[in-house]
């Protein structure tokens, strides 16, 4: 008989009769059918109703209570698809509900191997926590029978007789699933993942079976990131999207608003959204409480939520109005690395900037900006792991590719040795001289007191010749490239800033160079 018929014959009290007793056999059984929707239980799946009967929570009093799934669960559980990423608002469930379905499938299916990734070591014990009360509150049967665990810790929990496992770890981890074969997949707040998010979860994906399960969700952290890429992306990746806007959520109510003091805006959203009185008043609550992050940490659209931070250090308008009009490269080198939009022209001058970094396989980049010395167009673009006597040569042939531009290397840290090795080992003799109160020096020293100065004419640039600038990356870093906790300014959480900051040494050199000459 066919899993779909088969489901036809269970009822929720056939369920919940068995649950107590079932053996390997049966759990296998019950997997096989997770996703059936037998009509005699009201709607709900199989995998909801056995959540519902098997799986225990902690309330909101502190207290265990069984699992019941809440509106924004149920409509995961009726979009869901084999690739998911999900964008919604804070505290909406999410979380538990996927740890749950993954339980399922891994105490159903033989074999299993389940891997949580959170952001911090803490949000990964605590999703664990979650996981063992799973556990706890399974029936003595199942418990003490197949569902014996062999080695249970701070992040893995092994079921010997499923030949199952269910890990959760930390996304700071980089050996974070090298070397697993995973089934089901679920990185929660892929927007605070600390490092290059985008290469933990390229090896992530990597260790995935062919027909995994994935679920991709955040809360949105502004624009750019390895989760806003996701996001942006879902169609070309098959990825199914789906957002959650915090009035979901029916805990989210508060004091009703008079409406005679609705604003145009409450009453749109009341209009589209069908609001009551009590949610307004709840969104005036977080709009006070939380000021510009509101729109961030109680999402209402899927755009604005990005965008609501209110710290980008430049204008964002401006930036995203280019991003859509960029040219295509006309040659990529260095497997994408090197991207070029205007070749050398001869009788030309440029200038070719650079923001060198150690250079080893993980960490920042080295970036290379050329640009031509009389328009400051953005000519190409380099960025990449390399660092040391590579980069130096790398750059000084990229400057001699371009009519023997002037080399701007940055001087502090890794920079001086860069920019020594150009001078001898590579014996280029267009080394930039800084002027002003750093000049008689070569390459270029990037202060607090200058760097401000080199964001401002970055910025001004953006706003006031997008056209200048051709490459989607290098307005990428700018969408998120923001003020920081320590009133200082740089890239955003997971992403990189190194493409800007050749780009702000370019130009203030291109600057102060064309200053000399008048």
Not at 195 to 208: H, K, P, Q, S, V
Not at 401 to 418: D, K, Q, T
Request: aromatic share 6%; charged share 25%.
């Amino acid at each position: 008989m066919a899993a779909a018929d088969e489901a036809s014959a269970l009822d929720a009290q056939w369920l919940k009769a068995r649950l107590t007793n079932l053996d390997r056999k049966g759990l296998v059984y019950l997997g096989n059918m997770l996703d059936a929707q037998p009509v005699s239980m009201g709607g709900r799946t199989v995998e909801v109703a056995l959540a519902e009967e098997l799986l225990a929570v902690r309330s909101r009093t502190g207290k265990a209570a069984q699992l019941k799934a809440n509106a924004v669960q149920r409509e995961f559980e009726r979009q869901r698809g084999d690739r998911n990423i999900v964008l919604k608002a804070r505290q909406m469930g999410l979380t538990t509900w996927v740890a749950a379905r993954f339980f399922l499938k891994t105490i159903t299916h033989p074999g299993t191997l389940t891997l949580e990734v959170a952001h911090t070591q803490e949000a990964a014990e605590e999703i664990f926590r979650i996981v063992h009360r799973f556990v706890k509150w399974l029936p003595d049967g199942l418990r003490k029978g197949p569902l014996t665990t062999a080695r249970s810790n701070v992040r893995q929990i092994v079921f010997p007789r499923m030949d199952a496992e269910y890990r959760v770890v930390s996304a700071a981890d980089r050996n974070a699933g090298r070397g697993l074969t995973i089934q089901n997949l679920h990185c929660s707040e892929l927007a605070r993942w600390p490092g290059d998010a985008a290469e933990t979860l390229a090896g992530l994906r990597a260790a995935m079976t062919p027909d995994a399960e994935m679920v991709l969700e955040s809360t949105p952290l502004g624009v750019g990131g390895c989760f806003h890429e996701e996001w942006l992306k879902a169609d070309e990746t098959g990825m199914v999207r789906h957002f959650f806007p915090w009035w979901m959520e029916q805990r989210y109510r508060a004091k009703a608003v008079n409406e005679a003091t609705l604003t145009d805006e409450e009453r749109e959203l009341i209009a589209k959204h069908k609001l009551d009185l009590e949610q307004i008043g709840y969104r005036r609550q977080i709009r006070a409480e939380f000021r510009g992050l509101a729109r961030q940490e109680y999402a209402e659209d899927e755009d604005s939520c990005f965008l609501a931070s209110g710290e980008s250090v430049f204008e964002l308008a401006a930036v995203e109005a280019r991003m859509k009009t960029v040219p295509e490269p006309v040659e990529r080198r260095r497997n994408g690395e090197v991207e070029i939009w205007l070749p050398p022209v001869k009788g030309r001058e440029y200038v070719v900037a650079v923001d060198p970094a150690g250079g080893g396989s993980e960490g920042d980049y080295s970036a290379a900006q050329v640009l031509e010395m009389e328009t400051g167009l953005q000519c190409a673009e380099f960025a990449g792991h390399m660092g040391g006597l590579e980069l130096a040569r790398f750059v000084t042939d990229l400057a001699t590719e371009y009519n023997r531009a002037w080399l701007v290397v940055e001087r502090n840290n890794h920079g001086s040795g860069v920019l020594a090795l150009a001078e001898t080992a590579c014996k280029y003799a267009r080394i930039y001289m800084q002027s002003g109160r750093h000049g008689g020096q070569a390459g270029w020293l990037t202060t607090s007191v200058t760097r401000p100065a080199m964001l401002g004419q970055l910025n001004a640039a953006l706003v006031e010749e997008p056209d200048r600038f051709q490459s989607r990356r290098l307005l990428g870093e700018c969408r998120s490239f923001v003020r920081l906790a320590n009133g200082s300014s740089g890239a955003q959480t997971g992403t990189h800033d190194d493409r800007v900051m050749a780009m702000a040494i370019g130009l203030a050199a291109r600057a102060e160079s064309v200053g000399k000459r008048g």
